[in-house]
């Protein structure tokens, strides 16, 4: 018999009644070191007070009321994105594959209304991933992902990750846009280099294409910058968000320039939750923690020692893992051993890790780690290293 809840997740069995920072807790009591933060989402850790007050605070006045109305919590957040980033214009969304289906349109759109309705193309990479809605499986293009789901829509180009060269030869007429995530989370914490990122904006500038970054996964402050492409000192075209960017609360963004966003008139988008008022109280709460230099300094700092650690505890247990990748608090670590059965015996440890492909754990942990749960997080690694070598020995 089906289960109630529609099989599509392979669970662990694990059930946390409370969070708190970067911790999470069972109903028996068992603390867990969560460094996955429900895959990137909870950037202030669990039950923030400032998170808390805002949702709570706004849960008391108003919830919802649809953008058939004003909503001073959604213009706030947007004017803060605007302040912070090379956006002139902010649409809000539930998630990021929302994010995702604008992003698309709104490239289309944009060359539509500027006489070039040929253009409709979008150039994606392989490994990449920007959700399961129809157009971010075709966008991703992985059979995992795709089949069994046909016919598939059209008007993506997947390329090899990491092929400039490739990326000049598909420019045809049709295309509109290039859509990559500049740091790739899913497929296994594989950063593009800045020089890439620095090539695709030139390349998107000769061509007159658009510029799509997915920074779901590496924005609002992941990477150290607030959002990861300033690091390569570029700047998008039309940009995607999500997950930290509601601590935990489901929310979403499209950011983008004037010029890209220029279709975008009345009518052509819209959604019923959307931006709605709790999401946006949290999400103003989050962008006045996350785009705080200051804070952003101790998110490089943390990020530098873990990594540090990170790399030692990789030479220390050489038959588990390869190697660590990855930027700031989005790390990963290449193993030897099967990815798997690391962060399940992460499990048996009390310390949550996330699989990704390519062999890899992530590790995203709250921004606000301390350097007490960085030390606990090495201790807890260091014995899932020694409990994987054993079963390895044994097998
Ligand atoms: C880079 C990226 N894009 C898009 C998505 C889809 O976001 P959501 O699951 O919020 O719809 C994800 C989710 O993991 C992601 O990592």
């Not at 920007?130 to 795709?146: C, L, P, Q, V, Y």
């Not at 069994?148 to 990491?162: A, E, I, M």
């Not at 608090?329 to 390519?358: E, R, S, W």
Request: glycine share 10%; hydrophobic share 45%.
């Amino acid at each position: 018999m089906i289960p109630s809840v529609l099989p599509t997740y392979n669970r662990a069995p694990l059930e946390f009644v409370k969070g708190e920072g970067a911790w999470l807790t069972e109903a028996d009591g068992r603390r867990f070191l969560d460094l996955g933060a429900g895959i990137a989402v909870n950037a202030l850790g669990h039950a923030h007070p400032a998170l808390v007050m805002a949702l709570t605070g706004q849960a008391q006045n108003l919830w919802h009321v649809s953008n058939l109305y004003q909503i001073p919590q959604q213009q706030a957040l947007a004017d803060k994105l605007v302040d912070n980033t090379f956006a002139d214009t902010v649409f809000f969304t539930n998630s990021g594959t929302e994010a995702c289906e604008l992003a698309v349109k709104m490239a289309r759109k944009h060359f539509h209304d500027k006489d070039q309705p040929e253009k409709v193309e979008i150039i994606t990479f392989d490994g990449s991933f920007h959700g399961r809605s129809s157009a971010g499986i075709a966008a991703a293009g992985s059979e995992k992902m795709t089949k069994g789901f046909g016919p598939l829509l059209p008007g993506f180009v997947l390329l090899t990750f990491g092929d400039l060269d490739g990326v000049t030869n598909a420019i045809t007429d049709k295309t509109a846009a290039i859509l990559i995530e500049p740091v790739q989370g899913e497929g296994g914490i594989r950063p593009v280099p800045d020089a890439e990122m620095k090539a695709l904006r030139r390349i998107c500038d000769e061509n007159e294409l658009l510029l799509i970054l997915d920074e779901v996964q590496c924005g609002v402050g992941r990477t150290g910058k607030l959002f990861a492409h300033e690091w390569a000192g570029i700047t998008p075209d039309i940009m995607m968000v999500a997950k930290g960017i509601g601590g935990g609360f489901p929310l979403g963004a499209v950011l983008a320039t004037e010029e890209a966003a220029s279709g975008m008139t009345a009518g052509t988008h819209g959604s019923t939750y959307g931006g709605n008022p709790l999401g946006c109280a949290v999400g103003c709460a989050v962008i006045d923690h996350v785009a705080d230099t200051e804070f952003l300094a101790e998110v490089n700092r943390k990020a530098g020692l873990l990594r540090q650690k990170l790399e030692g505890l990789a030479a220390e247990h050489p038959e588990v893992f390869d190697q660590v990748r990855g930027t700031g608090l989005m790390l990963g670590i290449k193993c030897k051993a099967t990815n798997i059965d690391v962060v399940n015996a992460g499990y048996d440890n009390q310390v949550i890790t996330v699989p990704a492909a390519d062999n890899v754990i992530r590790l995203l942990p709250p921004l606000t780690l301390t350097e007490d749960d960085i030390a606990e997080a090495l201790t807890r690694l260091d014995k899932v290293a020694v409990q994987v070598e054993a079963s390895l020995a044994s097998a």
